[in-house]
């Protein structure tokens, strides 16, 4: 049998801080990127010219050279930049953007959302992977929105597909209800947790999922992995 090479996006993620490089690594591999952490800017470009990398998270207070120089660095490599900062002023964000940094996330943040803009980025830029895993058994191509089972294709409607999609880029990471609502089906979330709870319901069924799928308790759901 054929073994299909995955295609895996590799971030670099250039920040000094340690303690949201620490929450931001595990985050991006269970979401199947491959991460590397520079603590530094010349770190940073030392790496960049090094290996090629798929999108760059980019602070821009770092120490040896700022996010600012880097940005004209990954300009030149032509590699897309997310701008992840605690300089949230509207001159700074107009810099960057101005700059050419793709987009722009301000601390704090939810990894939830972090997650969603670095797939639209990179599927933007046109490297997205078409594919997503969840180990054991499921494979999802996301190019045609295909999901397959132990190798068998799984009918999904639309909405469970999104559902679906939104647990493997979140993976162990718990999703608030309403959260999950306003992502899948783009409308506010008004306090009725039945659609969630029915599509949830059936999706899991399908894929079986029931034991790793778990509800958390006054929140959601987490996708245990
Ligand atoms: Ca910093």
């Known amino acids: 049998m054929q073994q299909e090479v995955k295609a895996v996006n590799k971030i670099l993620i250039a ?7 620490n929450l931001l690594h595990p985050a991006l591999e269970g979401a199947d990127y491959r991460c590397v952490w520079a603590a530094d800017g010349a770190a940073a470009a030392d790496l960049l010219e090094t290996e090629p990398f798929d999108l760059v998270l980019l602070d821009i207070m770092l120490p040896k050279a700022d996010g600012y120089e880097v940005l004209e ?21 107009v810099k960057g953007l101005r700059l050419g940094a793709e987009d722009y996330i301000t601390k704090p943040f939810e990894l939830m ?33 295909a999901v397959k089972r132990a190798g068998q294709p799984v009918a999904l409607t639309a909405k469970e597909y999104e559902l679906l999609l939104l647990f493997v880029q979140n993976k162990n990471i718990a999703l608030y209800r309403d959260r ?15 659609t969630v709870v029915l599509y949830i319901r059936r999706m899991r069924k399908k894929l079986g999922l029931e034991r790793r799928l ?3 308790y006054k929140v959601g759901y987490r996708l245990e992995v």
Not at 15 to 21: H, P
């Open 15 to 21: 920040e000094d801080e340690a303690s949201i490089a």
């Open 214 to 216: 778990v509800a958390v």
């Open 73 to 93: 660095y990954c300009g030149t490599l032509d590699v897309p930049v997310i701008f992840l900062t605690a300089k949230g002023s509207l001159e700074d964000r």
């Open 113 to 145: 959302e972090l997650l969603a803009r670095a797939e639209t980025v990179l599927r933007r830029c046109g490297r997205a992977g078409r594919g997503l895993s969840l180990p054991p058994d499921i494979e999802i191509d996301t190019a045609s929105r």
């Open 180 to 194: 999950i609502y306003e992502r899948v089906w783009d409308e506010e979330y008004l306090g009725d947790s039945r």
